[in-house]
T-cell receptor, first 110, second 116 residues
Framework: DGGITQSPKYLFRKEGQNVTLSCEQNLNHDAMYWYRQDPGQGLRLIYYSQIVNDFQKGDIAEGYSVSREKKESFPLTVTSAQKNPTAFYLC?????????FGSGTRLTVV | GNSVTQMEGPVTLSEEAFLTINCTYTATGYPSLFWYVQYPGEGLQLLLKATKADDKGSNKGFEATYRKETTSFHLEKGSVQVSDSAVYFCALSDWGMNTGFQKLVFGTGTRLLVSP
C-alpha cells in the first residue's frame, strides 16, 4: 500500500545536538512538506519542496534544514540553533490538491 | 495572509449528541477547504473537503458546507460516538502569490471529547 513513513516515532535529543527526522513516501507525489505541531497552535509549516533538488522555507524555518535529493525522501534536520525543538513533527506529500500525512515523530529535548 | 479560525476546545459531549465545530476563514481568491481529524499519537487523516462555494463535503456522518458569504466551513454531525473523540483541524489551500505553489493553512484544532 502507498503511503508516507516517518521514523522514528519517538526521538530524544540532548541540547546542542543535531537530529534528523526521516520521511519517505511511495505515492509518487511531487510535493512534500514538514509541519510542526505544538499544543494550542495547530500546524505550522517549516519547509516545503515542489520537486527534487528544490525546497522553500515555510513560516518557521529558522533552526531547521532539509534536503530533497530523491523524489521519495524529504528528511528534516533539527539543528542546535532551534531553541525550542520539543514538538510533534508531521510530514506530508501532495499531488493535485490531495494531501497525505505521515504518522509523525515526537521529538523531546532532554 | 490567508488564515483559519476555529472555536477553542475542548468540546465535551455525551454520546448521540449533536456536534458543531465552527470554522471561519480569511482568504483571497477561492481556496479549497478541508477538515482533518487526528487521533491520539497519530498523523492527520482527511475527513472531508469542499472545493467551491456551496459544496457540501461529507464522510462518516460528518458534514460541512462551503459558505462563501459568511466565509465559514462549520463541521457538523448529528449523533456523535465515543470513537469520534479526537482533534479536528480546519484548513484551507493557499496558493502562493509569488511561488504559484499550493500549501495548507491550518486552524489551531478543536479537541472533541465524547463520553458514553
Amino acid at each position: 500500500d502507498g503511503g508516507i513513513t516517518q521514523s522514528p516515532k519517538y526521538l530524544f535529543r540532548k541540547e546542542g545536538q543535531n537530529v534528523t527526522l526521516s520521511c519517505e513516501q511511495n505515492l509518487n507525489h511531487d510535493a512534500m512538506y514538514w509541519y510542526r505541531q505544538d499544543p494550542g497552535q495547530g500546524l505550522r509549516l517549516i519547509y516545503y519542496s515542489q520537486i527534487v533538488n528544490d525546497f522553500q522555507k515555510g513560516d518557521i524555518a529558522e533552526g531547521y534544514s532539509v534536503s530533497r535529493e530523491k523524489k521519495e525522501s524529504f528528511p528534516l534536520t533539527v539543528t542546535s540553533a532551534q531553541k525550542n525543538p520539543t514538538a510533534f513533527y508531521l510530514c506530508a506529500s501532495s499531488l493535485a490538491g490531495g494531501y497525505t500525512f505521515g504518522s509523525g515523530t515526537r521529538l523531546t529535548v532532554v | 495572509g490567508n488564515s483559519v479560525t476555529q472555536m477553542e476546545g475542548p468540546v465535551t459531549l455525551s454520546e448521540e449528541a449533536f456536534l458543531t465545530i465552527n470554522c471561519t476563514y480569511t482568504a483571497t481568491g477561492y481556496p479549497s477547504l478541508f477538515w482533518y481529524v487526528q487521533y491520539p499519537g497519530e498523523g492527520l487523516q482527511l475527513l472531508l473537503k469542499a472545493t467551491k462555494a456551496d459544496d457540501k463535503g461529507s464522510n462518516k456522518g460528518f458534514e460541512a458546507t462551503y459558505r462563501k458569504e459568511t466565509t465559514s466551513f462549520h463541521l457538523e454531525k448529528g449523533s456523535v460516538q465515543v470513537s469520534d473523540s479526537a482533534v479536528y483541524f480546519c484548513a484551507l489551500s493557499d496558493w502562493g502569490m509569488n511561488t504559484g505553489f499550493q500549501k495548507l493553512v491550518f486552524g489551531t484544532g478543536t479537541r472533541l471529547l465524547v463520553s458514553p
